[in-house]
């Protein structure tokens, strides 16, 4: 990573924080013009929506609410540097994530072009990992996070700032909007989803300390069909173990997903930062353990749809879902299985 071209975290730190103590008013665009002004951050090309903040890497744009669903946003982004190929540093040779170097004329490792990895993405999740701990150290802990992204919140009733790593556009994101208007349009993508990849995020966790009333924990929607929940489950859990490590919670999550007229017909999945646990597989007397990482969270999605099926569980309808961790409430919007408890059936 170029360090001359990648800020430093403390110092994206203060440029998001002096941003989020600003008088935002009623976010309309000549309400982020003054907020730049008074920021003393330049216009770009003399486009009146996008500022330079003075630091070198770090770019910014006013996002303005679109139609009747829309939250207007300040976005900041840091593309992730990729140096350009010369004569001695050879073309990647990945696309977009890893860049051929080292083979050097009189390098004793290797012959001239040899290539030596360098994945772009583990670059982003090191510095999105790094700006977490900066802005740690000044809010506090995250009180909300989750995935798909490895997104976290600061939020307080006025504005939330959200951080999260875009491994598309290979760019750390960070964005400071209104909490009521993205609360109120994400409450509303919940309702409207016709199925359980229309959800806006699929996992999350929030702290015990929060009073729920200020937190918005959806349940929903139910899959469209069970072919629906086929799909979602594996990447669900792709998603989980790929981002838990990188919203720095140490504390396992304990899953427990199966029938709730059968419970006996259930399935126990440990997800941790440094292996996966599985338990309650038919025909498998001991545990299956893996590695974290997505193929592997695939993995466990296979085997839990194989004790389903064995179990001819056909309807998510039918399952309840249970988890646990000492670091907070969670809820698994995109499984599409409400808690335990939740519906009226519980209760019969």
Known sequence: MAASVMPAADTLTRTLLAARAADWRGWTRHDAERVAAALAWRAVDGDATAWDPGVPGLHCRWVPAEGDDGCPELLFEVPIPEPAPTPDLPQPIGPGRALGFGGLPGDPWGPVGAGFPRD????????????????????????????????????????????????????????L??????????????????????????????????????????????????????????????????????????????LVVGEVAHPSRTVELRIGQDRLELGGIPDRARQVWLRPGADHGRRAGGLLLEAFAAWDITAASRMRVRSWTSGGYIDFPGLGVRPEGTHPDDLA
């Open 120 to 175: 772009r993405d583990r670059e982003l999740d090191a510095a999105h990992t790094r700006l977490i701990a900066a802005v740690t150290a000044a809010l506090g802990p995250a009180p909300w996070r989750g995935g798909p992204g490895a997104w976290l919140r600061w939020r307080n009733r006025e504005i939330t700032l959200r951080l999260a790593r875009d491994h598309a556009r290979g760019a750390l994101t960070m964005e």
């Open 177 to 254: 909007f209104p909490t009521a208007v993205w609360e109120a349009r994400e409450q509303r993508q919940f309702a409207d989803a016709r199925g359980l990849e229309g959800l806006p995020y699929d996992w999350c966790v929030s702290r015990p300390d929060l009073a729920l009333a200020e937190l918005f924990l959806p349940f929903g929607p139910d899959p469209a069909d069970w072919d629906d929940f086929r799909r979602a489950l594996p990447e669900l859990l792709a998603c989980a173990v790929t981002d838990l490590p990188l919203v720095g919670w140490i504390e396992p999550i304990l």
